[in-house]
Every structure is written in structure tokens, then in C-alpha cells.
């Protein structure tokens, strides 16, 4: 049967199931918004959530994620709320990190970490809301400048570019980076004539017959059914229910849990505090429980590099050789004759991986594999200036042993990946400073932690949005397009 029919099937069982499950919530009565999006509430969880509350150092843990969120204003903040204590704790933290990643040699390391720790008890001794905003301000630029020359070592960007957003960034933390972006983007949609969105919609697709979750614009980003749904039950819970701890932890009752669905999909979920106990509690609570749904966002994604880097680890080594992936066209292996699943052994007698990590151009070299030897001469790398290019994508073969159970690690792999991707996604958009965002609450309880007159604090509020709404249509606009080249 041609390949169209099973899509259909597929199709056909997906819309079966939606319906019947979207007329069952119809018939319970659920509370609904706009004919088919439903608000389910229930109690279940609350008693779970309360239970992880009474764990200790939550506060800490808050109080960190406002600075690993909003860096030297979130000190600030945090200092003008009288946690200078904690923030002594929070600035080793930060610093020792920041060694590691600049200082390559055991005496700098050790020195650097006796300054931080030095500055650190003058933080506890000597509290001072502007020198807490600058030493962490210089602190975060130091990771954050370092951090885009590891990330992307051989981007094309302009110093003085680099160099302003570490900036922002270090300032204003990663709602700077979201605004960086997008304002860059836009840029590139306006003057470039860019037809990629800079933001786009999860969207319920078909690809190679396969039910999955895309996005308008990348068509090579697809998630399988399977693999979205168990992420973003994840990425969904994990947010939510940090919310709810805090929020017990601050003495703020859940009047419900429960998930905000189209038909029956899930596209949200939520905790639903006490609204007149949030009102009343201090202006550092609600920050704390604003802030740990994003962070509990980037701590899944941190774990799920850390699980990918363990599980590659134990099942691949890179001297089993190097798996050739997929083979470009029109490329010097390509011509070669060399085919994907190949495993290269050496490349001039030597360590393959070492050899076409700093390949040359116009150079010819000997690749022996397990279907004999091949002599390739390297051409310029279309994206990288002075680089060699044979046109392959490559991976580590599985280790001895483990090839019957290759499968089921390339199942585990392929959803760790999902959930890094959307946890990450999701966490930094969550930090976007306008409601109905976690970051739009936090930026207006920073504003009104300034203690400024009412029509100015309406002002800046207002210009946050209207810049932000500007970025998001300008960065939207190719989605029209590619709708109107849909239908």
C-alpha cells in the first residue's frame, strides 16, 4: 500500500481521538474559551507539591534563580530586599564558575577563586545595593563574553556586536538576550529580506507520514508524537509544580493544579495560588515564585545534557572509529563514493577525529575504512573561512556489546534531546519582560520596588510593551508568508 494511505490512516485516528476526547470534555463541563480550549482544574498534586515544600533551601534556590535570571538588576533587587546574606552565598557560586571558564592554569584558577571568596565576605560584611550591582554586573560579563567565544568559536560576529549583548546581558540578564535576539532578527527581516520567523507556534504536523509537533519556517525541526507529548508532560510539570512549592514554602495556600488543553491536547498548565494571599505577601515572595517555573525549566535542560553526556559517554567511544552520517551532494565524498554508515578508521594514519576537526583546504587525504581506503582532496568549507570540507556528517559508533540494545539508546537520546531543545525554548520565552509571561510579572515588581511616582512606573511599563509587541510582530511577519504560500 503507497505510503499515502497509512498517512491517512494516521490522520484519521488522530482526528477520531481529538474529537471523541474533545466531546468528552464538552459533556464534564469543563470550564471553556473560545468553543474548544478548556481549563480543567483539579486538586490533584497539591498534597505531592506541598510534601517537596518542607525540603530545605528553597528560598536559596530562589534567590539564585532571580540572579542567574536577571543577573546585576536581580542582585540589586535582591540587595534592596535585604538578602545580602544569601547573595554572599550566591556570588562564590557565580565566580568560581567564572575562573573555570577563564583561567586555564591551577595558580590563576586558585588565585581567582581567593579574590572571589575575598569580595564575597566583604558582600556579607559590607552590604551596598550599587556595589552589589556592579561586582555582579562585572561578574556575569566575564562568564557571559566567554560563554559566546566557547558556544560559537567560529561565528561570524562583530566584536562591538558580542560585546554589547554581554553587556545587556550581564545588566538585564536573559530577558536582554530574548530582546537582543529578536531586535537582531528583526533587523535581518527588514534589511536582509530574511523569510525566517524569528518566533513561531508549536504546531500538531505530518512529515514522512509521522504525526509530530513543528514549527512554521523549520521545517527541519519535527518532534514525533511520542516523543512531544512526553516532553512537554516534563517541561509542563516541572514548571508548574516549582511554582507551587514556593508558593507553600511562602505560606500561600493552591486553591487547584490543572492543565489548560485544545480539545484534548495539552498546551499548558498551571498552579492556582491564593490570589488575596499573594497580594498581601512581600513583593520578594511573589519574585521567588515568578521566577522558579523558568528555572526549573533551564535545571531539566541542564540535567538532560548532563544524562546525554553519560549515556554517549557509556555507549560510544570515539576509538570504535567515526560513523559516517549523512553524505552531501556535490561534495568531495560525495564523488568519492563514500555512503552513509561507513566507519572510518583513520585518516592519514591517523586519529580521524583529530584530522577532520582541523582539516585544511586543497589537501588530499586517506581515509581507511571498513569498506576500504579513500582518497578525498578537501575543498573550502561553505561556512567557514580557511576551513577543509569533504561534505559528511559523523557520529560514534556503538560500543562492543551494546549493538542489540542500539535502538533503545537512540530512543533515549533522541527524547533527552527534545527535552533540553524545549525546556531551554520555553524557559527563556517564559522570561520575556511583558505579562502574561513569568517575566513581565517579575519586571513590574521590580519597577515597583523603586518606589517611583505612579504615571512614570504606567509609562515604562507600557514602553516594555510596545517595544516587545513591535519585535514580536516584526519577527511574526514571515509566518504570513509562509501561510499564504500554504493555501
Known amino acids: 500500500m503507497p505510503l499515502d494511505f497509512y498517512t491517512l490512516i494516521i490522520i484519521s485516528v488522530f482526528v477520531i481521538l481529538f474529537f471523541a476526547g474533545t466531546a468528552l470534555l464538552i459533556r464534564k463541563n469543563e470550564q471553556r474559551y473560545l468553543g474548544i480550549i478548556f481549563l480543567i482544574r483539579t486538586k490533584y498534586g497539591i498534597n505531592f507539591i506541598k510534601k517537596l515544600s518542607k525540603l530545605?533551601?528553597?528560598?536559596?534556590?530562589?534567590?539564585?534563580?532571580?540572579?542567574?535570571?536577571?543577573?546585576?538588576?536581580?542582585?540589586?533587587?535582591?540587595?534592596?530586599?535585604?538578602?545580602?546574606?544569601?547573595?554572599?552565598?550566591?556570588?562564590?557560586?557565580?565566580?568560581?564558575?567564572?575562573?573555570?571558564?577563564?583561567?586555564?592554569?591551577?595558580?590563576?584558577?586558585?588565585?581567582?577563586?581567593?579574590?572571589?571568596?575575598?569580595?564575597?565576605?566583604?558582600?556579607?560584611?559590607?552590604?551596598?545595593?550599587?556595589?552589589?550591582?556592579?561586582?555582579?554586573?562585572?561578574?556575569?560579563?566575564?562568564?557571559?563574553?566567554?560563554?559566546?567565544?566557547?558556544?560559537?568559536?567560529?561565528?561570524?560576529?562583530?566584536?562591538?556586536?558580542?560585546?554589547?549583548?554581554?553587556?545587556?546581558?550581564?545588566?538585564?540578564?536573559?530577558?536582554?538576550?530574548?530582546?537582543?535576539?529578536?531586535?537582531?532578527?528583526?533587523?535581518?527581516?527588514?534589511?536582509?529580506?530574511s523569510e525566517i520567523p524569528g518566533i513561531s507556534p508549536m504546531l500538531p504536523g505530518v512529515k514522512d507520514g509521522e504525526i509530530g509537533l513543528g514549527f512554521l519556517g523549520y521545517s527541519e525541526i519535527f518532534i514525533p508524537i511520542w516523543y512531544g507529548i512526553i516532553t512537554l508532560i516534563v517541561l509542563l510539570t516541572s514548571h508548574e509544580i516549582s511554582h507551587g512549592i514556593l508558593s507553600y514554602v511562602h505560606k500561600i495556600n493552591l486553591k487547584s493544579?490543572?492543565?489548560?488543553?485544545?480539545?484534548?491536547?495539552?498546551?499548558?498548565?498551571?498552579?492556582?495560588?491564593?490570589?488575596?494571599?499573594?497580594?498581601?505577601?512581600?513583593?520578594?515572595?511573589?519574585?521567588?515564585?515568578?521566577?522558579?517555573?523558568?528555572?526549573?525549566?533551564?535545571?531539566?535542560?541542564?540535567?538532560?545534557?548532563?544524562?546525554?553526556?553519560?549515556?554517549?559517554?557509556?555507549?560510544?567511544?570515539?576509538?570504535?572509529?567515526?560513523?559516517?552520517?549523512?553524505?552531501?551532494?556535490?561534495?568531495?565524498?560525495?564523488?568519492?563514493?563514500?555512503?552513509e554508515g561507513t566507519t572510518i578508521y583513520k585518516v592519514n594514519d591517523e586519529n580521524p577525529w583529530k584530522q577532520l576537526k582541523n582539516l585544511s583546504q586543497n589537501k588530499t587525504v586517506i581515509l581507511e575504512t571498513n569498506k576500504g581506503n579513500f582518497t578525498i582532496t578537501t575543498t573550502q568549507h561553505p561556512n567557514i573561512e580557511g576551513r577543509g570540507y569533504i561534505g559528511i556528517t559523523y557520529s560514534l559508533p556503538i560500543n562492543k556489546g551494546l549493538e542489540n540494545s542500539e535502538n533503545f539508546i537512540n530512543i533515549l537520546l533522541e527524547l533527552l534531546k527534545w527535552i533540553v531543545l524545549l525546556n531551554f525554548l520555553v524557559g527563556i520565552t517564559n522570561l520575556m519582560p511583558v505579562s502574561p509571561f513569568d517575566g513581565g510579572k517579575m519586571t513590574e515588581e521590580i519597577i515597583a520596588s523603586l518606589n517611583l511616582n505612579k504615571k512614570i512606573v504606567e509609562h515604562i511599563v507600557l514602553a516594555i510593551i510596545g517595544i516587545v509587541l513591535f519585535l514580536i510582530i516584526i519577527n511574526a511577519f514571515p509566518i504570513l508568508k509562509i501561510i499564504s504560500d500554504i493555501f
Not at 280 to 286: L, N
Open 257 to 339: 493544579t490543572g492543565l489548560l488543553t485544545f480539545g484534548i491536547i495539552p498546551i499548558g498548565a498551571f498552579v492556582e495560588p491564593d490570589e488575596d494571599a499573594m497580594k498581601k505577601s512581600e513583593g520578594y515572595k511573589r519574585m521567588q515564585i515568578y521566577v522558579m517555573g523558568s528555572f526549573a525549566n533551564f535545571a531539566v535542560a541542564m540535567l538532560g545534557v548532563l544524562l546525554l553526556t553519560l549515556l554517549v559517554s557509556a555507549a560510544y567511544s570515539p576509538d570504535n572509529g567515526m560513523l559516517v552520517g549523512n553524505v552531501m551532494n556535490d561534495s568531495p565524498a560525495y564523488y568519492a563514493n563514500l555512503s
Open 56 to 193: 530545605p533551601g528553597w528560598k536559596f534556590i530562589a534567590d539564585f534563580a532571580i540572579v542567574a535570571s536577571l543577573s546585576g538588576i536581580g542582585a540589586l533587587y535582591l540587595s534592596s530586599q535585604g538578602r545580602a546574606k544569601n547573595l554572599s552565598l550566591i556570588f562564590p557560586v557565580f565566580g568560581i564558575f567564572a575562573c573555570f571558564l577563564n583561567f586555564h592554569t591551577a595558580e590563576l584558577f586558585i588565585a581567582g577563586t581567593i579574590f572571589v571568596l575575598l569580595v564575597a565576605a566583604i558582600i556579607r560584611k559590607f552590604p551596598n545595593h550599587y556595589l552589589i550591582f556592579a561586582i555582579f554586573s562585572i561578574l556575569i560579563f566575564t562568564i557571559t563574553a566567554r560563554g559566546y567565544l566557547i558556544i560559537f568559536p567560529h561565528a561570524q560576529m562583530e566584536i562591538l556586536t558580542t560585546l554589547s549583548m554581554s553587556i545587556l546581558i550581564s545588566i538585564f540578564g536573559l530577558p536582554a538576550f530574548i530582546l537582543g535576539a529578536l531586535t537582531l532578527h528583526a533587523y535581518e527581516i527588514i534589511f536582509m529580506h
